[in-house]
């Protein structure tokens, strides 16, 4: 059997995020799931490109927040509503994902290790510009949700 150890200043809480957008680029929902990863930047961008693949079916997701608003095609405000164009924008995409990414690392559970014979509470937490993979899944009038994962 084989033994693997780990020293937490090698483990990293890294992030996928899904925006699902509609064929016309707007985004009413958003998702994410955290890890704990090791290796370097390379190992770990290609395990959550592989992971944002299908996880996004294992992730509660949430509507966009509320302070998102977009003037649609009819000229009417649409309040909680984002546009995919957004997502290249760094700015904007920590604005978007802000509060998904805070209610992730809240969500990190507390974990215990024997420290001297006592059992001592630890949490991980989420570095302050966490590395992340950000995944459009394509919502199709037809009903097909396609996660567009890219290379980089």
């Known amino acids: 059997m084989k033994t693997i150890s780990h020293t937490l200043q090698e483990l990293e809480v890294v992030l996928n995020l ?14 994410g799931k955290a890890y704990v990863l090791e290796g370097n930047d390379k190992l770990k961008l290609s395990l959550l490109r592989s992971l944002a ?3 996004w079916l294992a992730s509660q997701w949430e509507k966009v927040p509320t302070n998102f608003t977009l003037s649609g095609p009819d000229g009417q ?17 920590a604005h978007l ?8 690392a809240e969500g990190l559970p507390e974990q215990m290790r024997c420290f001297k014979g006592y059992y001592v509470p630890f949490k991980l937490e989420l570095p302050q510009e966490p590395l992340t993979v950000t ?11 396609e996660p567009m994962v890219g290379n980089r």
Do not use: N, Q
């Open 18 to 31: 899904w925006a699902y957008a509609g064929e016309d680029g707007y985004i009413v929902r958003l998702a």
């Open 97 to 104: 994902f802000g509060s998904l990414m805070e209610k992730l």
């Open 53 to 55: 693949a299908t996880d």
């Open 77 to 93: 405000d649409m309040t909680g509503v984002a546009h995919a164009s957004m997502l290249s924008e760094p700015t904007s995409h």
């Open 135 to 145: 995944t459009v899944v394509m919502e199709y009038e037809d009903g097909r949700l």
